[in-house]
């Protein structure tokens, strides 16, 4: 079966690569475009590990095929902070120690940002359902919650200020 | 070896031990950088993949590759007769003993296959759409034999033996047959009999738990490369290079020094990967297609063939007198060790009464054999499983005496001085200071309303100490590296890091840590155990000493002074030589620049054998609602308090005990290995084997006690692994204040929280 050429920007930046019709986002990210911050933990949808957005929406790059990635913008971890300067979801996950073995940060800071992009000011419960779909085996989710939480906060006062 | 009662009693004055500084590690975990088991690839390298046995019991009776060689771009194929048979030897790696024969037989089954998902067969090939073809075309002819997986129906006498070889060990006499029971152990103490005689109330339960499984979210993963001149590398996520290395070398036949093992960083790991699956088999096709081969597990792999921990059937019976005074235990444990000998029972049984003082008791344990994966280690193995027993029939005793819940652990509970369950003389424990938490903590009084009810419960890990190497070196800038042999699963490099500071006296960005590879650092044992902190620690504190020493001698040097002249504070020689300028000082960077002119670079390594871990307790107490309709059960309220000795760094400490309770409340309420009539597992994956989510979860309050182990330089005691003992416990004990129905087998899932009250209403 002949390779598909798929042209996207990724990160702000236009990419082009090759993928068999059966390839995931996830694998064309990892294998193809060397970004391998994206994880896979199931590959059915189901752990949030290889989260990332596309056009402004959240999706799990193992559901996605990289074929359909043609003409897109798709966010992954590697584009989250600007240069050295961390996104304040990025901070804060350090600050309130919000990861422990970090696998599943990834994918929780692109669900989070996705969060705050469509909810500045969420409830604990809203961030709550919305990472639902990231799961995290080490932290009890607690610590990032209220990272999250707090990381919200400070970006409100920035947009105020 | 340190005068540590000193230290400990200095523990006022520590400047960094005890502060939340940012895991050095942080940013590259929250940038996508840090490379885990499946980040790497070398040149060249192929995929390999794994054919898994369909059958829960089958003999292997032949294995046809040649279509799968044949197929263009497969360049190995590997089955059992490509490994060497091993006999019977015990390796200890830190967390549990392992019997190298079984693992290689667990690695790559030989004649038979002995669960659902057990390895038959692995090819490299140039992708993984070949690799997949490849194992399509490997024709197995297999004769299916009955299988059996429930523990009580494994120990039956007409029951399929799984090895003909395994007689009881431990019985009175050896048994005449076979059987899938491989051991029995018996702890017991005082009058049984004369225990109950003397009781006023019994309690009796028989209590069930399922296989769970430790839930990792990085699925094992490893590229391994034997090249032209025998030389092996292996990249690999586990809880130990060291211990990867030894199982490599047993299951291949091959010399230690041949094989080099490099950590990756690891996803996860709750002991589950204190084992290998893939690294010998990555070899094994490296070494027959002469490249690199990278292996990386499905879901489905890791739930089918790796993990997890025991399913279980238990029996207590406690008797007491009128005001609550326990005179009698006798426990019974049956676990399920999977495929092959070695459930945590024996873990279970020293644990199950450990935080009790009683006179008679019998504790009886039995480790039995079934067609499911082999049982690995997870977090505090067996304890959290007799806790479940027990502390379920403690509420239950707490309940017919009319006795607060903490009142009735407190009369019981073991002090300094009381001889443990286990055979130990408790010494520097915290039970009672971590009760005492609990009680006074805010959730233990607020208010229940409807359909809500509180449980409390209790419970108990020994930590381990071990073989541990830690070096330090300073950098010519006065800046320091400490480098250890343990992989960082949550967070240690944070806590050595700050011990090291503490010792030197600097600032902890000063100090970057570092986790080396099997060539680049002195043996340590695994991650495992709750051993890290402690042990580890342990040497990098000593090896920070002895370059505090060094710095003292070097400074004397460059003085002129008698080196007891010199003193060491806040990262600066002092010296104290009258006969000179007191006073004057030196810096680490100033001492650094000059070290050449001095005696040459300054560091040292330490490698020791910890002993004397501080065991660990923890009281919890969870608040329940149920939903009377639909059987869910949310969990509205949860504080747990652990005596941690001195929390190093308390925010990693509190996550270990959030994330103990996360687990343990998956493992109460939802989590369970379902299999089919088959003994196929039907959900393997996160979608059918369901582990809490953010939603599932309210904030986990910890509550760190600080009861110093004075074994330690700054007192720390062993952390991640007693807080999973509790919940399950503490859970079963809630719905029971709520529903006013004991629950005893494990999920408590929403249909058999409706039948129970259905039952109750008639």
Redesign the interface.
């Known amino acids: 079966m002949s390779k598909r050429h798929v042209s996207a920007i990724v990160n702000g930046d236009a990419v082009e690569f090759l993928t068999d019709p059966g390839m995931t986002l996830l694998d064309a990210l990892r294998d193809e475009l060397d970004l391998t911050g994206s994880k896979e933990g199931c590959g059915s949808g189901d752990c949030g590990a290889c989260s990332v957005i596309v056009d402004g929406r959240l999706v799990c790059s193992c559901l996605m095929l990289a074929a359909e990635a043609q003409d897109r913008r798709i966010e992954t971890i590697e584009g989250m902070a600007q240069g050295s300067d961390l996104h304040p979801l990025q901070q804060k996950f350090l600050e309130h120690a919000a990861l422990q073995c970090g696998f599943c940060t990834p994918g929780i800071l692109m669900a989070s940002k996705a969060l705050l992009d469509a909810n500045p000011d969420p409830t604990e419960t809203e961030a709550r359902y919305w990472l639902a779909g990231n799961l995290c085996r080490c932290t009890g989710y607690d610590k990032i919650i209220r990272a999250v939480m707090d990381a919200a906060a400070e970006m409100r006062q920035a947009r105020v200020s | 070896m340190t005068d540590v009662l000193d230290r400990a009693d200095a523990t006022p004055r520590l400047k960094v031990v005890g502060t939340?500084p940012?895991?050095p590690?942080?940013?590259d975990?929250?940038?996508?950088?840090?490379?885990?088991g499946?980040?790497l690839t070398m040149p060249g390298q192929l995929v390999g993949k794994i054919l898994r046995s369909p059958h829960a019991h089958a003999r292997i009776v032949s294995i046809d590759a040649k279509k799968a060689r044949a197929l263009p771009g497969v360049k190995a194929v590997v089955t059992g007769a490509d490994f060497p048979n091993l006999a019977d030897e015990f390796h200890e790696g830190g967390e549990a003993a392992s019997n190298l024969r079984d693992l290689a037989m667990n690695v790559m089954a030989r004649d038979k296959a002995l669960y659902d998902g057990h390895a038959v067969a692995a090819v490299a090939a140039i992708s993984t759409?070949v690799a997949d073809e490849a194992l399509a075309l490997i024709k197995v002819v297999y004769e299916v034999l009955p299988h059996v997986i429930e523990v009580e129906a494994a120990m039956a006498s007409d029951a399929p033996v799984l090895h003909p070889t395994m007689f009881t060990e431990g019985l009175d006499e050896r048994p005449a047959l076979p059987s899938n029971i491989a051991k029995r152990n018996r702890i017991a103490r005082g009058d049984l009999d004369a225990g109950f005689a003397a009781a006023d109330v019994v309690i009796e339960g028989r209590y069930v738990t399922q296989a769970v499984h430790?839930?990792?979210?990085?699925?094992h993963a490893c590229v391994a490369s034997w090249a032209a001149d025998g030389q092996c590398n292996v990249w690999s996520s586990s809880q130990g290079q060291f211990m990867v290395r030894t199982y490599c070398a047993k299951v291949l036949g091959l010399e230690i020094s041949n094989i080099r093992v490099t950590p990756a960083?690891?996803?996860?790991?709750?002991g589950g990967k204190t084992t290998v699956y893939l690294e010998p088999l990555a070899l094994a096709l490296s070494r027959e297609s002469g490249h690199p081969v990278k292996m990386?597990m499905?879901?489905d792999d890791v739930f089918r063939a790796t993990g997890p921990t025991s399913g279980s059937v238990m029996y207590v019976k406690l008797g007491a007198k009128k005001d609550g005074t326990l005179t009698a235990a006798d426990v019974e444990l049956k676990y399920q060790a999977g495929a092959f000998a070695g459930s945590p029972v024996g873990a279970g049984s020293m644990t199950a009464l450990a935080c009790y003082d009683i006179a008679n008791f019998v504790i009886t344990g039995w480790d039995v054999v079934s067609n499911c994966p082999k049982v690995a280690a997870y977090r505090a193995p067996g304890a959290p499983i007799a806790a479940f027993a027990v502390e379920s029939a403690m509420d239950d005793l707490a309940r017919k005496l009319d006795i607060d819940p903490i009142a009735l652990r407190e009369q019981n509970g073991v002090k300094n001085g009381v001889k443990a369950s286990y055979g130990p003389t408790f010494a520097n424990i915290g039970y009672l200071e971590t009760l005492a938490a609990i009680k006074t903590c805010p959730q233990y009084s607020m208010p229940l309303g409807p359909n809500q009810g509180r449980g409390v419960a209790a419970g108990f890990w020994f930590n381990v100490g071990g073989e541990s190497t830690a070096a330090v070196h300073i950098n010519e800038d006065g800046s320091a590296v400490v480098v250890t042999g343990n992989p960082d699963?949550?967070?240690s490099r944070a806590s050595m890091a700050m011990m090291a500071a503490e010792v030197l006296g600097v600032p902890v960005e000063q100090v970057r840590p570092m986790v080396a590879d099997t060539a680049s650092i002195g043996f340590s044992m695994l991650t495992g155990g709750s051993r890290t902190t402690f042990a580890t620690g342990m040497a990098v504190v000593q090896a920070a000493e002895k370059v505090v020493a060094e710095l003292r001698r070097r400074a004397a040097v460059i003085w002129d002074v008698a080196v007891d002249q010199v003193v060491w504070a806040d990262g600066v020689a002092v010296c104290r030589d009258p006969a000179k300028a007191t006073g004057k000082t030196l810096t680490l960077e100033g001492l650094a620049g000059q070290s050449g002119r001095t005696g040459g670079p300054i560091s040292a390594q330490v490698s020791l054998n910890a002993q004397g871990a501080g065991p660990g307790f923890g009281v919890h107490v969870c608040d329940v609602e149920i939903d009377p309709e639909t059987g869910h059960v949310t969990v509205l309220r949860y504080t747990a308090a652990q005596d941690v000795g001195k929390a190093i760094?308390p925010?990693?400490v509190?996550?270990?005990i959030?994330?103990?309770?996360?687990?343990g409340v998956g493992w109460a309420l939802n989590e369970e290995y379902i299999f089919d009539r088959e003994g196929r597992m039907e959900n393997a994956?996160?979608?059918d084997y369901r582990?809490?989510?953010?939603?599932?979860?309210p904030?986990?309050d910890a509550i760190l006690v600080e009861v110093a182990n004075p074994r330690h330089p700054f007192g720390a005691k062993g952390v991640g692994e007693v807080p999973i003992v509790p919940p399950l416990a503490a859970v079963a004990n809630a719905v029971r204040s709520a529903i006013g129905v004991r629950m005893t087998e494990l999920p408590l899932s929403p249909p058999k929280i409706r039948a129970a009250l259905d039952a109750k209403a008639g």
């Open positions: 939340r940012i895991r590690d942080g940013a975990k929250v940038t996508g950088r840090a490379q885990f499946a980040d759409a430790q839930g990792y979210i990085e699925p960083e690891i996803g996860g790991g709750f990386v499905s879901r699963i949550g967070g760094h925010s990693y509190e996550g270990q959030q994330g103990g309770v996360a687990q994956g996160f979608l582990v809490p989510v953010a939603s599932d979860l904030m986990i």
